[in-house]
Antibody, heavy 124, light 107 residues
Framework: QVQLQESGPGLVKPSQTLSLTCTVS??????????WSWIRQPAGKGLEWIGRIYTSGSINYNPSLKGRVAISLDTTKNQFSLQLSSVTAADTAMYYC????????????????WGQGTLVTVSS | DIQMTQSPSSLSASVGDRVTITCRASQSVSNYLNWYQQKPGKAPKLLIY???SLQTGVPSRFSGSGSGTDFTLTISSLQPEDFATYYCQGSYGTPWTFGQGTKVELK
């Protein structure tokens, strides 16, 4: 059973960089045709896809984050990470990591395993 | 970006009711449409992928249909554990986008 667990500071000051790590257990992060994704959700609001990284290192980001985001992979630790720079109060949210997998047809993709989420508050 | 619009935003229903939630994409997403259930304080849980495929372990009272721009999630007989918020999500190219959510409440 694959499990994902987010970790990182719960409080970040405005203009600083938010850094989170997702540790994957129950399987190797570098095996299989998976993307490893980050999603966030402000309190009481909907879900926003932040971006994803493939096991080969290929990356996709949400353009709405205007180049502030970086996702990386550490296969030696079975982890992937999120960095979001120049944060403001608008970046306060629950941050989730998730596994992105393809259906049997090889094309349809979906998020099948999620971490429990970690709350990040941006405040001075 | 492809916009996903769900309706209704909320609904009240009773145990045993048949519930239907719709999701409309701003352009065709083929069958690249997924449904998630989220309960308060919990991460979303995958229910349906590729528009109509039931995720392993999800009760058969959940079903999905549609293709192109119009999709439906149906709960055939609402159970007490089904009161939650439901999100559709399109995966036709990036960025992936979610609908705004439909909250299913007890009548």
């Amino acid at each position: 059973q694959v499990q994902l667990q987010e970790s990182g500071p719960g409080l970040v000051k405005p203009s600083q960089t938010l850094s989170l790590t997702c540790t994957v257990s129950g399987g190797s992060i570098s095996s299989g045709a998976y993307y490893w994704s980050w999603i966030r959700q402000p309190a009481g609001k909907g879900l926003e896809w932040i971006g994803r990284i493939y096991t080969s290192g290929s990356i996709n980001y949400n353009p709405s984050l205007k180049g502030r985001v970086a996702i990386s992979l550490d296969t030696t630790k079975n982890q992937f990470s999120l960095q979001l720079s120049s944060v403001t109060a608008a970046d306060t949210a629950m941050y989730y990591c998730a596994r992105d997998i393809a259906a049997a047809d090889g094309w349809a993709r979906y998020l099948d395993y999620w971490g429990q989420g970690t709350l990040v508050t941006v405040s001075s | 970006d492809i916009q996903m619009t769900q309706s209704p935003s909320s609904l009240s229903a009773s145990v045993g009711d048949r519930v239907t939630i719709t999701c409309r994409a701003s352009q065709s997403v083929s069958n690249y449409l997924n449904w998630y259930q989220q309960k308060p304080g919990k991460a979303p849980k995958l229910l349906i992928y590729a528009a109509s495929s039931l995720q392993t372990g999800v009760p058969s009272r959940f079903s999905g249909s549609g293709s192109g721009t119009d999709f439906t999630l149906t709960i055939s007989s609402l159970q007490p554990e089904d009161f939650a918020t439901y999100y559709c999500q399109g995966s036709y190219g990036t960025p992936w986008t979610f609908g705004q959510g439909t909250k299913v409440e007890l009548k």
